[in-house]
Nanobody, 123 residues
């Protein structure tokens, strides 16, 4: 596994979490990185993505006002700040490196996947 997602946990509705996606071998420093999530019994869906230079970014419409994606290339890490969480945000969150340098929303544009981190939001 070349990407390492972390930061998930059990939180209450309205709380915040920051997920991290680490690339310790610096394999994807020139690639866009995206976050996706998969709730139980549902298909994996796009959350947010960031280009290799940090811009442009892409967000799913339903999360744009609450989630912020960022990256620190010096630390080889991409972050997903999630605010005002609701039970509907409960899912396994995955980070993935894209084939290219520009943020994309389609799952088909992503090649390398991390192992996922579970976020559970209680009401």
């Amino acid at each position: 596994v070349q990407l390492q997602a972390s930061g998930g946990g059990f939180v209450q509705a309205g709380d915040s979490l920051r997920l991290s996606c680490a690339d310790p071998r610096r394999t994807f420093s020139n690639n866009a990185v995206g976050w996706f999530r998969q709730a139980s019994g549902k298909e994996r869906e796009f959350v947010a993505a960031i280009s290799w230079r940090g811009s442009p970014t892409q967000y799913a419409d339903s999360m744009k006002s609450r989630f912020t994606i960022s990256r620190d290339n010096a630390k080889n890490t991409v972050y997903l700040q999630m605010n005002n969480l609701s039970p509907e945000d409960t899912a396994v969150y995955y980070c993935a490196a894209a084939y290219g340098p520009i943020a994309a929303t389609s799952i088909d544009r992503y090649r390398y996947w991390g192992q996922g981190t579970l976020v559970t939001v209680s009401s």
